[in-house]
T-cell receptor, first 112, second 114 residues
Framework: NAGVTQTPKFRVLKTGQSMTLLCAQD?????MYWYRQDPGMGLRLIHY???????AKGEVPDGYNVSRLKKQNFLLGLESAAPSQTSVYFCASSYWQNNEQFFGPGTRLTVL | KNQVEQSPQSLIILEGKNCTLQCNYTVSPFSNLRWYKQDTGRGPVSLTIMTFSENTKSNGRYTATLDADTKQSSLHITASQLSDSASYICVVSGNAGNNRKLIWGLGTSLAVNP
């Protein structure tokens, strides 16, 4: 099993550009999450999903959108990238809402 | 305010030595406490999950303790190895263990030198 995978691993954007980060899990987990990790701050939840076709806002959702059309995939979109969105983005999944979370390897995004 | 504080911020030890990392929290109500290991450039990996009724839990050379009365936890690493060099993050859940309500600490950066 690959676990949780993320693409791309690295990306550089110019302010105003858009992009989509893809997360895929092969563990048949119901819950999926998108986090960002910034220096001097703990991981912060952006959006999450409690099942196929559902999405919900986390702690820092502004400037991001998500979709969960298939159970195994969770997409994070940036419609108009800003320098404040420069960060490392992690996707995670869990079988249920209070179970252990499994994390992907991360996507390092730089917005110039 | 719900907070998780870890100490020390960073630590350097020699291979083969033991070390203990600390975590203090003010999250209330408390449901569970987790320790994660994060290697540089990688995602966090779960080491232990402890509920309020568990005082200690081990995972190989890693042993976590929890005192829910004083709201303190520690992670003890025995016979350290070079591969233990990583950031160790304490995470507390304050809402029925819900993953949507996790409070993440900033981590302790551990370097194990030969």
């Amino acid at each position: 099993n690959a676990g949780v995978t993320q693409t791309p691993k690295f990306r550089v954007l110019k302010t105003g550009q858009s992009m989509t980060l893809l997360c895929a899990q092969d563990m048949n987990h119901e819950y999926m999450y998108w986090y960002r990790q910034d220096p001097g701050m703990g991981l912060r939840l952006i959006h999450y999903s409690v099942g196929e076709g559902t999405t919900a806002k986390g702690e820092v959702p502004d400037g991001y959108n998500v979709s969960r059309l298939k159970k195994q995939n969770f997409l994070l979109g940036l419609e108009s990238a800003a320098p404040s969105q420069t960060s490392v983005y992690f996707c995670a999944s869990s079988y249920w809402q209070n179970n252990e979370q499994f994390f992907g390897p991360g996507t390092r995004l730089t917005v110039l | 305010k719900n907070q998780v504080e870890q100490s020390p911020q960073s630590l350097i030890i020699l291979e083969g030595k033991n070390c203990t990392l600390q975590c203090n929290y003010t999250v209330s109500p408390f449901s569970n406490l987790r320790w994660y290991k994060q290697d540089t450039g990688r995602g966090p990996v779960s080491l232990t999950i402890m509920t309020f009724s568990e005082n200690t839990k081990s995972n190989g050379r890693y042993t976590a303790t929890l005192d829910a009365d004083t709201k303190q936890s520690s992670l003890h690493i025995t016979a350290s190895q070079l591969s233990d060099s990583a950031s160790y993050i304490c995470v507390v859940s304050g809402n029925a263990g819900n993953n949507r309500k996790l409070i993440w600490g900033l981590g302790t950066s551990l370097a194990v030198n030969p």
